[in-house]
């Protein structure tokens, strides 16, 4: 009996064992397959073969007739190249998740097929109708006269359902069904019409009426058919064509049509790239990764160059040469926002062999992406985070541009870092890894110090333009002479004035969406929360709501205290939309837009607005941290930073880091043209040192500070950390689990240091309460291995435990 192992999409469950009937030959390593797991069908993907002895045997011995037999093989070639099921089950075993989740997360959109339970009412149960009561009787009147219905939507629509339809079920008054849902193929295809040789000929015997004899005039001009719908458009009806198809005259077959991310809006149109000579810092940094690349066997390099020095055209020609050679180049970047103009510019240089992956397509999109990726119809790929699973032929170059950002980090299970896992792609394929950014994390630096990665500095701007200038405004001085209430400083706002009437432009960053951070009664001094999660409700003054940035829940700005009936409440604290708000006031005529989540959820729409930013046609771009890296706009000589140090409060041992890199980076927006530009950052605590450094544009000061505090408080890079939250429904009952496994992990002198339990920074989200505890220590395995035992003698308390391995942030 052959045996494998299959990966499925179930949450902290390793790889399963089936047996393969005769038949399925092609069920090898990345081939997907239709499993059974309990009484449901899943996807799996083949990640291995399997032996006898890695399944656990029974009383009497015997292994084989516990174990299932695969119910379908969906591909008759490996779906998932070898090398990306290697690097998925590294990621499940290196953060600690199931395989199936990492395998999961390097599939293409509407790549599984699985089953659906549908529920319908029998005749004995329309017979028992009247004589059921309570949440019987209140499911058989919900499926009365209404046919098949999904089980999940009649769990949600009633809590406690559920179990009643699994007691009628046993009953026999309901019968619950199983059908799949999905396809092995998510290709688009239309109906095409075309002519056969005899309809192009003429030969009907048959007269054809005016309409028939009008699709045949129209046929006959496309040789290669017309799509059915645009026959449709022309007055062709279905009816026509089917009477044209039982003459014999046309044919009708379906095409395949792929859909393309840069005709939708997904992308910059490509221009035309503008060559001009390297500095000599850019050359000699060229020759240095060139040199690394030709090698073709792993390297890490650090490209370290301030924001201006032309690191993007560094990564052009360094990919030009690695697809000279044969081989695939992977462009990652942090924000879905960067992702249009980096593909613009690596179109110009490649044409159409450039795909893009991110989770701004729409599904259907990055589907046909990701099969052209596979097929080796690109050289390059330019994506987010989860583009480091893209399928690249041959691999020879991976680029992690900004390098530094927390982006990288995905936030639900698998917590894989994309810069991390970049690294191990390219290190499995012998290819060289770059990463670039102005104000490398932490990590990657001390890595370059320590000689693990290779340091390559740019300390210049390109054609020598200079830094902008950076001014420090004392909010404490601003709130003495105007109130508490002010937004944009004098010496800001008449910044302002000063670039609208030179016809320049500014960047206004805040990194914090909505119009008011929180609703405030004067009365009782209560706050208007999440009933959720465990944060005051942002006002979005726009949609007249009031909305949790966690859980999305939403209400509507009330007028009078829930608490109290208080009519005394206000609105404290102000985000991006209320600073539009205030430039507007100060500058009528300016031309104002915003960049956040708000404004750009719709396809295209950041895309659109930044072209027109680009463009001259805004004066005031206002932003989050989307607009603070990456971005070359020449007529921006201003930018001011709104409350710079908003993230220091955090309790957050990245606080200090994550607010250098964010001001360096969105002072580095101006300047970048003739003009030499400024930046006035506005905060209440101008002697900190991640802001003072920050003005000054001084990493390696930065750098020497930070590591400092974090070595006195051991904290990475100085040692490694995990991070475990456990939820549950009472504050209580999380802190008694968390203890339970802090305990056990106390146990046996392992060589780390458990710190907890604790109240998590944010006790409650979604719903659920939330303690803390943290394993620090130099041996990330042991830590890890450690954990896990624990975790698996209590599947009940694993089941609620979120593990986050090299935490890029601990709320």
């Known amino acids: 009996m052959r045996l494998v192992r299959v990966a499925v999409p179930v949450p902290s469950l390793e790889p399963l064992t089936y047996s393969v ?103 004995a149960g329309e017979a028992r109708l009247l004589t059921e009561r309570g949440q019987r009787r209140q499911a058989l009147d919900a499926l009365t006269g209404s046919g098949a219905l999904r089980v999940e939507s009649l769990r949600s629509s009633s809590r406690g359902l559920h179990g009643a339809l699994l007691g009628l079920a046993r009953d026999g008054l309901v019968e619950i069904t199983r059908p799949l849902k999905g396809s092995a193929s998510a290709f688009h295809t239309v109906r095409v019409a075309r002519l056969t040789a005899q309809g192009s000929d003429d030969l009907s015997p048959v007269r054809l009426g005016a309409r028939q004899r009008e699709a045949i005039d129209i046929l006959k001009g496309s040789p290669d ?63 240095r990764l060139q040199a690394l690349a030709s090698e073709k066997a792993f390297h890490t390099a650090l490209l370290h160059g301030v924001t201006g020095s032309g690191k993007t055209e560094l990564y052009l020609r360094l990919a030009e040469d690695v697809t000279r050679q044969g081989r695939g180049v992977l462009i990652l970047v942090p924000e879905i926002a960067l ?26 999109e990055r589907h046909d992406q990701w099969q052209r990726i596979r097929r080796a119809d690109v050289d390059v790929v330019v994506g987010t985070r989860s583009a480091v699973f893209a399928p690249v032929h041959a691999l020879g170059l991976v680029v992690v541009d900004e390098e530094h950002d927390g982006s990288y980090k995905q936030e639900e299970s698998p917590r894989y870092h994309g810069r991390d896992v970049a690294i191990v792609r390219a290190r499995q394929a012998g290819a060289l890894a770059v990463l670039g950014s102005a104000t490398p994390a932490m990590e990657s630096y001390h890595n370059a110090q320590s000689g693990r990665y290779i340091l390559i500095p740019l300390e210049r701007r390109v054609l020598d333009r200079p830094m902008a200038d950076v001014r420090i405004v004392d909010m404490r001085e601003e709130f003495a002479k105007g109130g508490p209430d002010v937004i944009l400083s004098a010496p800001l706002c008449q910044a302002l004035v000063d670039r609208l009437e030179r016809k320049e432009q500014a960047i206004v960053l ?3 969406r909505g119009y008011a951070t929180s609703i405030f009664c004067r009365q009782c001094a209560s706050t208007l929360e999440c009933p959720n999660c465990s944060v005051s409700l942002t006002v979005h003054r726009a949609i007249r709501r009031a909305r949790c940035h966690y859980c999305n829940h939403s209400a509507g700005l009330p007028k009078t205290c829930a608490n109290c009936a208080g009519p005394y409440l206000e609105q404290l604290g102000f985000g991006t939309e209320r600073v539009e708000a205030a430039i507007l006031e100060a500058l009528p005529t300016a031309r104002v837009a915003r960049v956040d989540r708000d404004t750009i959820r719709r396809k295209g729409a950041i895309v659109e607005l930044l072209s027109r930013f680009a463009a001259g046609h805004i004066d005031v771009l ?11 706009f020449s007529r921006v000589t201003l930018v001011g930073v709104i409350s710079a140090d908003v993230g220091l409060g955090l309790a957050d041992f990245r606080a200090a880091e ?136 209590r599947p009940e308390i694993r089941r609620r435990t979120m593990v986050d391995v090299d935490p890029m942030s601990v709320l």
């Open 622 to 632: 206002v932003g989050t941290q989307m607009i603070a890296k990456g971005h070359d």
């Open 339 to 364: 992702t249009p103009a980096i593909a613009a510019a690596f179109r110009v240089t490649f044409g159409d062999r450039v795909a893009i992956q991110h989770s701004g397509l729409s599904d259907g």
């Open 658 to 793: 994550r607010t250098f890199q964010l001001l360096t980076q969105v002072a580095g927006r101006a300047g970048r043209g003739e003009i030499k530009g400024e930046a006035y950052v506005q905060t209440l605590y101008p002697k900190h040192y991640s802001i003072r450094h920050a003005c000054r544009q001084d990493y390696a000061a930065f750098y020497k500070d930070e590591l400092h505090f974090r070595q006195s408080m051991k904290y990475p890079p100085a040692v490694a950390m995990i991070n475990a939250i456990v939820k549950a429904r009472t504050q209580e009952a999380a802190m008694q689990d968390a203890g339970e496994l802090v305990t056990a992990l106390r146990w046996g002198g392992h060589p780390y240091r458990v710190l907890g339990p604790a109240q998590a920074p944010l006790s409650r989200l979604k719903g659920e309460y939330r303690a803390q505890f943290f394993l620090k220590g130099t041996h990330r395995t042991s830590m890890r291995e450690a954990l896990q035992n624990v975790l698996a003698e």
């Open 21 to 123: 009937p005769d038949g399925f030959g092609g069920a090898v390593i990345g081939t997907r397959v239709l499993v059974p797991l309990g009484n449901r069908v899943l996807t799996g993907v083949v990640v291995d073969e399997a032996t006898d002895a890695a399944v656990p045997a029974d009383g009497d011995g015997s292994a084989h007739h516990t174990i299932k037999p695969l119910i379908e093989l969906l591909d008759e070639t490996p779906f998932l190249p070898g090398p990306i099921v290697r690097l998925a089950l590294w990621v499940a075993d290196y953060y600690a998740c199931g395989a199936g989740e990492a395998v999961a997360t390097a599939m293409p959109p509407r790549a599984f097929v699985e089953s659906e339970r549908y529920v319908r009412i029998t005749e």
């Open 225 to 287: 058919g017309i799509d059915t719908p645009a026959l449709d458009a022309r007055g062709i009806s279905a009816a026509t064509l089917k009477r044209l198809s039982d003459l014999g005259l046309v044919t009708i077959a379906r095409r395949r049509v792929e859909r393309d991310p840069f005709g939708s809006g997904a992308a910059l149109p490509a221009g035309t790239r503008l060559r001009f000579d390297l500095t000599s810092e850019q050359a000699k940094a060229f020759t």
């Open 510 to 512: 805040l990194n914090r």
